[in-house]
Nanobody, 117 residues
Framework: QVQLVESGGGLVQPGGSLRLSCAASGTIFSINNMAWYRQAPGKQRALVARITSGGSTNYADSVKGRFSISRDNAKNTVYLQMNSLKPEDTAVYYC???????????WGQGAQVTVSS
């Protein structure tokens, strides 16, 4: 059974930084495409950043140049480094795992990120 556990959320002032981590178990981590999504109150869940099993990345336009996704296959962990945070980045951030060549998707429980002064 695949389990994803996020950590690193919290309250930060505008312009600050946070790093989210997502530790995976129950899967061969290296074959998974990994992603971060976020959901703000009253809005649909949306893709923030994605990193394939081969290391290719893509980002939502709203976070390009500010956020960076990376993975450490030895630690079964994917990261989201968030810099220059804005109030509109406030949301629950979810980790997603998609084993390549399959339609399966697995989700973490979510981590709250609040950007406020």
């Amino acid at each position: 059974q695949v389990q994803l556990v996020e950590s690193g959320g919290g309250l930060v002032q505008p312009g600050g930084s946070l790093r989210l981590s997502c530790a995976a178990s129950g899967t061969i981590f290296s074959i998974n495409n990994m992603a971060w999504y976020r959901q703000a109150p009253g809005k649909q869940r949306a893709l923030v950043a994605r990193i394939t099993s081969g290391g290719s990345t893509n980002y939502a336009d709203s976070v390009k140049g500010r956020f960076s996704i990376s993975r450490d296959n030895a630690k079964n962990t994917v990261y989201l480094q968030m810099n220059s945070l804005k109030p509109e980045d406030t949301a629950v951030y979810y980790c997603n795992a998609n084993p390549r060549y399959t339609p399966n998707n697995y989700w973490g429980q979510g981590a709250q990120v609040t950007v406020s002064s």
